[in-house]
């Protein structure tokens, strides 16, 4: 199975989007699209929704969050707020 370059479809540009990382040739960031897919929407009903975008480009979404998580560190909080 071969990786998913992210890369070639997530873009920053401080100018875009006050530098938010977005789907290359999109307004749509990395952030409202995983937003979406959070409050439930399916993967069809995005890319109906948004025909700019394209299969690879919401590919390139998981692929970069996947990155993001995999870079992080994370501390197990146990306990009520």
């Known amino acids: ?4 370059n992210w890369r070639d479809h997530i873009h920053v540009h401080s100018e875009i989007l006050a530098g938010k990382p977005v789907v290359r040739g999109t307004r749509l960031s990395v952030d409202f699209l995983l937003s979406l897919l959070a409050a439930g929407w399916s993967t069809d009903a995005i890319l109906r929704s948004y025909p700019t975008l394209t299969d690879k480009g919401l590919q390139a979404v998981f692929a970069f969050a996947a990155d993001i998580v995999h870079e992080e560190s994370f501390v197990a909080f146990s306990g009520s707020l």
């Open 1 to 4: 199975m071969s990786e998913m």
